[in-house]
């Protein structure tokens, strides 16, 4: 079956460290892929998504690509900040009527 | 304005009662979903309605009842509540199934 796995948490790096997320999917043919965030207390927001191999996807500095070779979607950020802690959701949809599938999702914690 | 709203925001209540969570969307989406979030802040999918029509009934106990008055509103009724209800239930919409879903902040359930 369809399904999303992401590195281990939690991921604590210093402000202005680089980020990788690492997120690979199993999926016949060509899910869209997303990423969600979730800050504490709150509900999940979209990140970023892209939906056919090769496509980036970006937004805050965020960034994924798309591929279909390692079937991976990790997402990267050049330079943290403490308001990106928060627990970081990859997810997929592939012709289920909408059902997105995630991963366990991976907490970051940013100190100053 | 609130894209995808859900009320209420906290729910504490005792074994065996009935409770209702209501979720409103004014994105003029088609489709609504209920997804659950355990305490590892597992996600998944429990329902998706697409213009009032159930499309996804993921085995969840027929405790729960979803209701789709119209395509903006899709309502949560949970039966006999149990303590493995206790959890944090998120509303979502999309404007079709293959497209990024947006998320309501969600509500908390307590079941004691």
């Known amino acids: 079956g369809n399904s999303v796995t992401q590195m281990e948490g939690p991921v604590t790096l210093s402000e202005e460290a680089f980020l990788t997320i690492n997120c690979t999917y199993t999926?016949?043919?060509?899910?869209?892929l997303f990423w969600y965030v979730q800050y504490p207390g709150e509900g999940l927001q979209l990140l970023l998504k892209?939906?056919?191999?090769?496509d980036k996807g970006s937004n805050k500095g965020f960034e994924a690509t798309y591929r279909k070779e390692t079937t991976s979607f990790h997402l990267e950020k050049g330079s943290v900040q403490v308001s990106d802690s928060a627990v970081y959701f990859c997810?997929?949809?592939?012709?289920?009527?909408?059902?997105?599938?995630f991963g366990q999702g991976t907490e970051l914690s940013v100190k100053p | 304005d609130t894209a995808v709203s859900q009320t209420p925001k906290y729910l504490v209540t005792q074994m065996g009662n009935d409770k209702s969570i209501k979720c409103e969307q004014n994105?003029?989406?088609?489709?609504m979903y209920w997804y659950k979030q355990d305490s590892k802040k597992f996600l998944k999918i429990m329902f998706s309605y697409n213009n009032k029509e159930l499309i996804i009934n993921e085995t969840v106990p027929n405790r729960f009842s979803p209701k789709s008055p119209d395509k903006a509103h899709l309502n949560l009724h949970i039966n006999s509540l149990e303590l493995g209800d206790s959890a944090v239930y998120f509303c979502?919409?999309?404007?079709?199934?293959?497209?990024?879903?947006?998320f309501g902040p969600g509500t908390r359930l307590l079941v004691l």
């Open positions: 997810a997929l949809i592939h012709n289920q009527g909408g059902k997105l599938i």
């Open positions: 999926a016949t043919g060509y899910p869209s």
């Open positions: 892209a939906t056919k191999a090769d």
């Open positions: 994105l003029g989406h088609d489709t």
């Open positions: 979502a919409s999309s404007q079709d199934d293959r497209g990024a879903q947006y």
